[in-house]
C-alpha cells in the first residue's frame, strides 16, 4: 500500500458538482505524477479529495476515465499555454530560446512527461482532443512565415515536424536527458541540460529561419 500523504486531505464536505470534479482531479494528478496510472485507487483518491468513493464513480465512472480525464486536463492547460507564449514572442530569438527553457522547467515542476510516457507504456493513446499540438504547430508556423525575408516560404508540414522534433526532446530529455548527456560526455548536471536546451533552440531556430 502506498503512503502518498496529500496535503489537501480533509473530512468529507459537501461540494457543487463542478468543484467537486476539479478536486478530484487535482488529487488524481498528484498520485499520477508521484505513483503513476498504476498508483491510482479510486478509494484511495476519494479520501485525499474528502469526498466518497460513490462522487468519484457518479464524476468519472471508472478508474480508466479518471485517468484520461486527469491528463487531458493537464495537455489542455499545457497546450493552451504553449501556443499563448509562442505568440507573445514575436518571433524574437531570446523570448524563443526562452520558451523552450520554460517548457522544460513546466514538465520538470509539474511531472507531466512521466504521465505521458507511463500513460504510452500502459497503452494508452493520447489522441488530438486531448492535446492539441495541431494548435501549436499553427502557432509556430505563422512566427515562422513572420520572420522570413524571403520570397519562398516554409511548409506547414515542415514545422509541424520540427515541432514534433522539439516536443520528444523536451519530453524526454526530462526523464532521461541528464543520464543521455553524462553517457556521452557531456555531463550530467542541471548546467549540462540547460547549455543542452540552448544549443537545441539555436539549432532549432536555425532550421525555421533557413
Do not use: C, Y
Amino acid at each position: 500500500m502506498d503512503k502518498i500523504v496529500d496535503k489537501k486531505k480533509s473530512p468529507r464536505r459537501r461540494l457543487d458538482a463542478e468543484a467537486a470534479r476539479e478536486l478530484i482531479l487535482d488529487v488524481t494528478e498528484r498520485r499520477l505524477v508521484e505513483l503513476g496510472p498504476s498508483g491510482i485507487r479510486l478509494q484511495e483518491v476519494a479520501k485525499g479529495a474528502g469526498v466518497s468513493h460513490p462522487t468519484v464513480l457518479h464524476h468519472f465512472g471508472s478508474r480508466e476515465h479518471l485517468v484520461r480525464a486527469v491528463i487531458a486536463r493537464s495537455l489542455r492547460r499545457i497546450n493552451a499555454s504553449l501556443v499563448e507564449a509562442i505568440q507573445a514572442s514575436s518571433g524574437d530569438d531570446e523570448k524563443l530560446e526562452g520558451l523552450i527553457e520554460n517548457v522544460a522547467g513546466v514538465f520538470e515542476k509539474t511531472g507531466h512527461a512521466r504521465v505521458v510516457f507511463w500513460l504510452a507504456l500502459e497503452g494508452h493513446r493520447i489522441d488530438s482532443a486531448e492535446a492539441r499540438l495541431f494548435d501549436v504547430v499553427d502557432a509556430a508556423h505563422a512566427i515562422r512565415l513572420s520572420r522570413k525575408k524571403t520570397s519562398k516560404k516554409p511548409t506547414r508540414e515542415d514545422t509541424a515536424r520540427t515541432v514534433v522534433l522539439a516536443a520528444l526532446a523536451l519530453v524526454g530529455g526530462t526523464i532521461v536527458g541528464s543520464t543521455l548527456l553524462e553517457n556521452a560526455g557531456l555531463g550530467g548536471d542541471a548546467r549540462t541540460s540547460v547549455e543542452f536546451r540552448r544549443w537545441l533552440a539555436r539549432l532549432l531556430i536555425e532550421h525555421l529561419d533557413a
